[in-house]
């Protein structure tokens, strides 16, 4: 079983990209966030065509999700338990016995400001999320644009880069406190490389030349489903592309 995650920062704007991408990558079950699109807008009849199942929540302009599999997608439920539920920021549905949830995290903007502390929040409202929903020893995938990177070789320059709401104490902490509900990096299970990136700013002239990425979209694994995986990389290639989002995939496969 092979999965897949990637930002497309718009699925339209992306849409040629994604499919040329599933027809050479075949996955059994790719994880889209920032899919930027309503509900009545969503190209469904395109991914018919391609052979994909699929499940979505967006919005116009900002956040969005989706599941795509080449399997049946069962209870997909979107967003939290509790208000606010954040439907276009998670997904949570059932694809051969094995439980998918599909988050955007939020960025956080700035450490001074509402929207981190926000942030900080979400993680805590996910780690009850999988409390009330799972246990540990269930099958489950934890997949998505976390907007965290977990280590210092996670980044192209930790020390410059020390107190970003995307590296700093209080977001690693609020991460691994959800991964130790029961967690695994799958990635850093088969590579413990450093410079090793699923994000590259637009903004910053020569990023992906220059490799000044960030490893900010991971897969997460239950220990059931952990040691079943066989690999897991990130493909550069779809960030090389014209007019790409500023995300590339991660893929892992599994032997299920």
């Known amino acids: 079983m092979k999965v897949a995650s990637f930002n497309v920062n718009s699925l339209r704007v992306r849409l040629g990209l994604l499919l040329q991408w599933l027809a050479e990558h075949q996955p059994d079950i790719l994880c889209v966030q920032e899919t930027k699109v309503q509900d009545i807008d969503f190209p469904a009849d395109v991914f018919d065509k391609a052979g994909y199942k699929y499940a979505f929540k967006g919005q116009k ?10 399997n049946e997608i069962t209870n997909a439920e979107f967003g939290f338990d509790e208000e606010p539920k954040d439907q276009p920021r998670l997904i949570k549905a059932e694809i051969n016995g094995i439980a998918i949830v599909n988050t955007y995290v939020p960025q956080g903007y700035s450490p001074e ?27 489950v995938l934890w997949v998505g644009d976390f907007n965290v990177a977990p280590e210092p070789i996670d980044v192209y320059d930790p020390e410059g880069l020390s107190g970003h709401v995307c590296f700093c104490p209080e977001v690693t902490d609020a991460l691994n406190e959800v991964m130790q509900w029961g967690f695994v990096d799958v990635f850093r299970k088969h590579c413990s490389e450093p410079g090793q990136y699923t994000f590259w700013d637009y903004r910053m002239r020569g990023s992906v030349s220059r490799n000044l990425g960030w490893r900010l979209d991971h897969i997460m694994a239950t220990e059931p489903l952990a040691k ?3 690999d897991c990389y990130i493909d550069k290639k779809p960030r090389l592309a014209e007019r790409p989002s500023d ?10």
Not at 123 to 139: A, G, I, V
């Open 61 to 70: 302009s900002y956040n969005g999700v989706a599941i795509f599999s080449r």
């Open 113 to 139: 400001s509402e929207k981190f502390e926000y942030k900080l929040n979400w993680f805590n409202r996910l780690h009850t999320f999988f409390d009330k929903n799972f246990e540990p020893s269930d099958p």
């Open 228 to 230: 079943k995986s066989i």
């Open 247 to 256: 995300h590339t995939p991660i893929v892992a496969e599994f032997d299920w």
